[in-house]
């Protein structure tokens, strides 16, 4: 018997994430998660009357092909799968990980040669411009682990993350665009962080479950060469297999010129990737109700309600500031009490303290007006 938690994420990413319609065609691209969740996608699909294709991967699987991979392998991986994703209207990523970790011993090269071939010719060139695309994780032992929390009691937060509202959520962000399409100057302030830049003239989007689950956050980019200060970060992240805690990043005239973290020399060597991986590619506000504490996971984290991220690396292309990198690396810092709190000012008037909106237009996305 099919949970029917399953069928009811299954009918959000078809009919509300993707809006398939007949005719359409779907990659499913579904890595280690239940079969059972997999097949419920291709039948909510076909009843909206779209074409699934379905991909499985698996995490191991595909650390063995990095791990060992040549670039004329990699470059035929890329082909091949860059085949598919351009004869699909849609993509559906259900990423599950029984290893945070899997990645974690993989040599700098060999991850580099990945970002380049496939998911620079697959997932940056084709599905993000070029697709409706929705990606989420699938919850897993191991993500309850990370959680501090029971297999059962993250299973349902979860599904309750990743069912809930988010078209009532949708309306409630439309003030909070229109604010930052009109603002030149932001500030940040909070412990270890004076930070200010640019956003005049840069596009700003809100994300309300149509390319991530869960969602909640609306996103713009700086002026590349506008951002200068310190930044301290306050969740941990994970890049590539490796957790870095206590990310502090100081920048000048855009680039950053110092990184330190509890992996400082991991952290360098990404950020030396590329040129563009010294310039912020993202910066976003995060306020999903559900979601209240780091979990070591970026789908989560970047959505944590009176949280802020910034980010290393590529711009998307709909909020594009000109900055191109093979890596994008959200950062997450946290600004309600219990975390130290904070200030964000928009051409200097206070919009958001210690993670709560304080303009009443934008009261709307305060937690308890949300859930």
């Not at 691209?29 to 059972?36: F, K, L, Q, Y």
């Not at 029984?98 to 380049?116: G, V």
């Not at 990370?146 to 309306?171: H, I, K, P, W």
Request: hydrophobic share 40%; net charge negative; charged share 25%.
């Amino acid at each position: 018997m099919i949970d029917p938690r399953m069928t009811r994420l299954a009918e959000v990413l078809i009919n509300y994430s993707t809006e398939l319609k007949p005719g359409e065609k779907v990659l499913i691209e579904a890595i280690d998660i239940p079969v059972e969740m997999t097949c419920e996608l291709v039948r909510v699909a076909r009843a909206a009357g779209a074409d699934p294709l379905v991909t499985l991967k698996s995490n191991r699987v595909n650390r063995a092909l990095m791990l060992h991979g040549s670039e004329p392998q990699m470059d035929l991986i890329a082909q091949t799968e860059a085949l598919r994703m351009s004869n699909v209207a849609a993509y559906i990523g259900v990423r599950g990980n029984f290893n945070i970790a899997e990645q974690s011993d993989l040599p700098d090269d060999k991850q580099k040669l990945y970002q380049k071939t496939v998911w620079q010719k697959v997932h940056l060139d084709i599905r993000i411009p070029k697709t409706r695309w929705v990606v989420l994780r699938w919850p897993s032992p191991s993500m309850a682990q990370q959680a501090n929390r029971s297999t059962e009691e993250f299973e349902d937060f979860f599904f309750n993350v990743c069912t809930l509202d988010y078209a009532r959520m949708g309306q409630a962000m439309r003030p909070l665009v229109d604010r930052m399409n009109q603002t030149d100057r932001v500030r940040i302030v909070g412990p270890g962080t004076e930070l200010s830049f640019s956003i005049k003239g840069i596009n700003t989007i809100p994300c309300d479950g149509k390319l991530n689950i869960p969602d909640g956050e609306v996103f713009t980019a700086p002026v590349r060469d506008s951002v200068n200060g310190t930044l301290q970060f306050n969740a941990r992240t994970i890049y590539h297999g490796v957790v870095h805690d206590n990310v502090r990043l100081e920048f000048r005239d855009g680039r950053i010129v110092d990184a330190a973290s509890t992996n400082t020399e991991h952290l360098n060597h990404v950020l030396d990737s590329d040129e563009g991986a010294r310039y912020i590619g993202e910066f976003a506000l995060g306020f999903n109700p559900y979601v209240t504490e780091p979990l070591l996971d970026i789908l989560f984290d970047e959505k944590i309600a009176g949280s802020f991220h910034f980010t290393p690396g590529n711009a998307y292309d709909d909020a594009d500031n000109g900055n191109k990198s093979s890596i994008h690396w959200d950062l997450v810092c946290l600004q309600d009490p219990a975390h130290g709190g904070g200030e964000i000012y928009f051409d200097d008037q206070l919009v958001r303290k210690d993670g709560r909106f304080v303009v009443a237009e934008l009261e709307a996305l305060n937690p308890e007006k949300l859930k």
